[in-house]
């Protein structure tokens, strides 16, 4: 992936144009007097079924909380 830093202070720069050049595949790096405050970069796409089996929910999830829970003393 290409990189291009542009500072904010010495050149002001034009959203659409670097929107266009994320869209390419270039992340851009804005800098602030040479130091970095933010990057753009492409959204990455998502993959059904990435993290399956990661959580698991317990069975009573939709059971009611016990009287105790809502007075504070569970």
Do not use: Y
């Not at 992936?1 to 851009?28: Q, R, W």
């Not at 796409?45 to 809502?70: C, N, Q, T, Y």
């Amino acid at each position: 992936m290409l990189t291009k830093t542009i500072d904010i202070k010495k050149k002001p720069p034009d959203l659409k144009a670097l929107l266009s050049l994320v869209a390419d595949g270039t992340e851009i790096v804005l800098t602030d007097n040479d130091t970095p405050i933010a990057r753009l970069v492409q959204i990455g796409k998502r993959v059904a079924g990435l993290h399956s089996g990661a959580i698991r929910m317990s069975e009573d999830f939709d059971e009611p909380l016990p009287d105790e829970f809502w007075a504070g003393n569970a």
